[in-house]
């Protein structure tokens, strides 16, 4: 595309290795092996050549909140490997579309969306589909706007999406209250991890706690101290949206 020595791809290039960077050095400081936390650039509301030089940058994870607007960009981005996860509000009627577009959806926040996303994957065709990997959302400061499930329904959600076909769930995903320093989001996030290492302990056959997708800009060094093991980076990487 003869992007190179483009500055806006140098640009979101030295922003992608900077977080990366600070990742790494979240994953020393706690103890964690820097292979197990991945980052997700949340690229919506940016255009397309953004995304694409951070595929040109080596990035391959990508998180959109719009299906539509995700499908779009899809279509101007080309590279090997490259990922795209739903991080935003699915509605039932887009969840088939959403279910051949995205690698990963984290925002699974009701049996009915879940047994749409499964009914998708599971019907047609002689062989089925790999399972498509979700996550379920948790609203784990109760907040009354704020999408996901209370901490007190997720066990049962959680055994009852366990048993659906076509979808696997692997973790839980959480947007904590807005805090006023990225120190105050901790007990959040510990709450999250401490849901899921109790949903892992019912033995659920087919379910799998091994995602914890949570911290953005402010505050993904301590969401990786307290167990994140995808953080979801927007306007830390792209600039404001
Ligand atoms: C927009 C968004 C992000 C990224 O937010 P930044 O503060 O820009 O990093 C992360 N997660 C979800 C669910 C979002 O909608």
Not at 58 to 70: L, M
Not at 161 to 190: D, E, K, S
Not at 194 to 215: F, H, T, V, Y
Request: with cysteine.
């Amino acid at each position: 595309m003869g992007m190179t020595d483009h500055p806006e791809r140098n640009k979101v290039a030295d922003a992608v290795h900077a977080i990366q960077e600070r990742m790494q050095a979240a994953c020393r400081r706690s103890g964690r092996d820097p292979a197990q936390v991945r980052l997700l650039a949340v690229s919506k509301q940016q255009p397309a050549d953004r995304v694409q030089a951070a595929v040109a940058a080596g990035h391959r994870f990508f998180g959109e909140n719009r299906v539509q607007e995700a499908r779009d960009k899809m279509a101007l981005v080309s590279g090997d490997g490259v990922q795209w996860h739903l991080i935003g509000p699915l509605q039932r009627n887009k969840a088939r579309l959403a279910a051949s577009l995205f690698q990963m959806i984290h925002s699974v926040d009701s049996l009915a969306l879940a047994q749409q996303l499964s009914a998708c994957r599971s019907v047609d065709g002689a062989t089925p589909p790999s399972p498509l990997p979700v996550l379920m959302q948790v609203n784990i400061g109760l907040e009354p706007q704020k999408q996901g499930v209370a901490p007190e329904e997720a066990p049962a959600l959680a055994r009852a999406m366990a048993a659906l076909p076509g979808i696997a769930l692997r973790g839980l995903m959480a947007i904590p209250p807005q805090t006023a320093t990225a120190a105050a989001a901790r007990p959040y996030f510990r709450a999250l991890a401490a849901l899921a290492r109790k949903i892992e302990g019912q033995n659920i056959p087919d379910l799998s706690m091994q995602e914890l997708s949570m911290g953005m800009s402010h505050d993904f060094e301590i969401a990786i101290e307290e167990g994140a093991t995808w953080v979801r980076v927007g306007s830390a990487l792209f600039g404001e949206r």
